[in-house]
């Protein structure tokens, strides 16, 4: 199965930014589908960006124009760059990719966004 490894996350004003990290154990080209979901206290967990190799990333409304979405296909390293973070930012973060056997999730990294 493979491993990702995420970082990055931390404590920022509102206003600020943060860059997420998630390496994987394998090549990330050779993924079915790939991308973050975040959960916040007492909520469900929520789809942030998603994309299939080589291809555009999807983003949910609510990060639309703030989130970026960066590849390194040798590094085998997705980044999620957040812009313009928001109170309502605040969750962990999990990376995770789709593969034939299923899917894998990253550990998880708390961003809080505080005023």
């Known amino acids: 199965q493979v491993q990702l490894v995420e970082s990055g996350g931390g404590w920022v004003q509102a206003g600020g930014s943060l860059r997420l990290s998630c390496a994987a154990s394998?090549?990330?080209?050779?993924?079915?589908?790939m991308g973050w979901y975040r959960q916040a206290p007492e909520k469900q967990r929520e789809l942030v960006a998603t994309?299939?190799?080589?291809?555009?990333?999807n983003f949910a409304d609510f990060v639309k124009g703030r989130f970026i979405v960066d590849r390194d296909y040798v590094k085998n390293t997705v980044f999620l760059q957040m812009n313009s973070l928001t109170l309502e930012d605040t969750a962990v973060y999990y990376c995770y990719v789709d593969q034939q056997r299923g899917r894998s999730w990253g550990q998880g990294t708390q961003v809080t966004v505080s005023s």
């Open positions: 994309f299939n190799p080589y291809s555009s990333t």
């Open positions: 394998a090549s990330i080209a050779s993924f079915n589908a």
